[in-house]
């Protein structure tokens, strides 16, 4: 399996960005797709996952609200959609996938892959 994340770049704050998250090598609906993310000196931690279906999504609690997690089983892919973002949101961003059997959850622990990451910049 592999994962490509794309869509970072330079934001305002309070603009909006999209990341998308490409999925190859497997079969894409065996698998929970989540997004998390490190700021430089931090440690990684969640941001968002949704299940095979696509129907539910759980959020951090930072991300409620204002980012949104959805994925496109027909072309393999996952999105998050961010908005409002503020210069606390710049990190690297990874897309990650766990076998939906499994039950991943918010720890990292529960991804067996992961994208490359893709960096957001939130200029104030």
């Known amino acids: 399996v592999q994962l490509q994340a794309s869509g970072g770049g330079l934001v305002q704050t309070g603009g909006s960005l999209r990341l998308s998250c490409a999925f190859s090598?497997?079969?894409?609906?065996?698998?929970?797709m989540a997004w998390f993310r490190q700021a430089p000196g931090k440690e990684r931690e969640y941001v968002a996952r949704v299940n095979v279906y696509g129907n539910n999504q759980y959020y951090a609690r930072f991300a409620e609200g204002r980012f949104t997690i959805s994925r496109d089983n027909a072309k393999n892919t996952v999105y998050l959609q961010m908005g409002n973002v503020t210069p606390e949101d710049t990190a690297v961003y990874y897309c990650?996938?766990?076998?939906?059997?499994?039950?991943?959850?918010?720890?990292?622990?529960?991804?067996?892959?992961w994208g490359q990451g893709t960096l957001v910049t939130v200029s104030s």
């Open positions: 090598g497997g079969t894409f609906s065996d698998y929970d």
């Open positions: 990650a996938a766990g076998l939906h059997w499994s039950s991943p959850t918010a720890s990292a622990r529960g991804y067996q892959y």
